[in-house]
């Protein structure tokens, strides 16, 4: 681990300060993916500005019926919390599925929408071909191993995933992300925040370097009672999704009248995959209406030599995610 320099704020406008005016700082939470990056020489900011004492830990209704998260909320509490586990299930499934109870308890809501690839070429420096690591440098697991790795949206440049389960569930709730900067504050879609990789994967988001992520903001759901989130990984336990479904239906005596569907573990991003969200919409609950779905979903699929088998997986996470989510399991 290099070494750094060490600052404690507990106001929102003195960590955009600190962040401003230190090139390459990073600010410090949970710790859970930036301490293990920062052992492994991956990450090597010059300072660590602790945000811990800033008051962004609420977690409250808002007047229109919604839920604000504060971003240093820790995810065993929001997983956990009566607002959640009542009007966002999907929510609460998706965040106990994720990591340990230990790391739980430690990593923040905000902190989990910044977590970076465990891509093991990205990870390892011994590997010098990684071009979210060192640009222009190339991209190992093109020709090396790359069963775990993206099917969908990815580039000759980067072929790695996002590893988190929250932000699955967040983007099929269609949350917004409240961030601040030196010019103030500003909301990003949750489908706007994470980036595909394109020429430049060493991006992940479009948070600016100087800007603190203050709250994620959920809207209404009309989709509690019909949601489901599936997880498919290679142990029960503290493993990362190979893939993972978050499927949400509103449905009136049999019928839906609309849905949300995203997918993790089969892109540089969590995957809202709005085709099949369409084919659902307006149609009776059905098996056969599932899988019409879960094809449209996969249609635009590019898997590589070792991680075919993603895309029947994906198939058949997505039908069984609606089957359970509509109740016809």
Known sequence: MNPFEYQQVDEPATAVDAIS????????????????????????????????????????????????????????????????????PLLSQAILSGASPQLRNMATNGGNLLQRTRC????????????????????????????????????????????????????ALEAKVRVRGPKGERIIAIGD????????????????????????????????????????????????ALVSVAAAIDVDSGWIRGARLALGGVAHKPWRVEAAEAALAGQKLSISLFEQAASRALSGARPRRDNTYKVEMAKRAIIRALTIAGGLA
């Open 21 to 88: 005016r230190w090139r390459g700082s990073k600010f410090l939470a949970g710790g859970t993916n930036l301490i293990d990056l920062m052992k492994n020489t991956v990450e090597q900011p010059p300072k660590l500005i602790d945000i811990n004492h800033i008051p962004l830990r609420g977690i409250e209704q808002t007047p229109d019926g919604g839920v604000k998260l504060g971003a240093l909320a820790r995810n065993s509490d929001t997983a956990n919390h009566p607002l959640i586990r009542k009007n966002y």
């Open 120 to 171: 093991p070429y990205f990870m390892d420096p011994a590997f010098s071909r990684c071009n979210k690591r060192t640009p222009g440098s190339g991209c190992s697991a093109l020709e090396g191993f790359h069963e775990n790795h993206a099917i969908l949206g990815a580039s000759d440049q980067c072929i790695a995933t996002h590893p988190s389960d929250m932000c699955v569930a967040l983007a």
């Open 193 to 240: 925040f994470h980036r595909l990789p394109g020429t430049t994967p060493q991006i992940d988001t479009t948070l600016m370097p100087d800007e603190l992520i203050v709250s994620i903001d959920l809207p209404p759901s009309p989709y509690g009672s019909h949601s489901h989130y599936l997880k498919i990984r290679e142990r029960t336990s503290y493993a990362f």
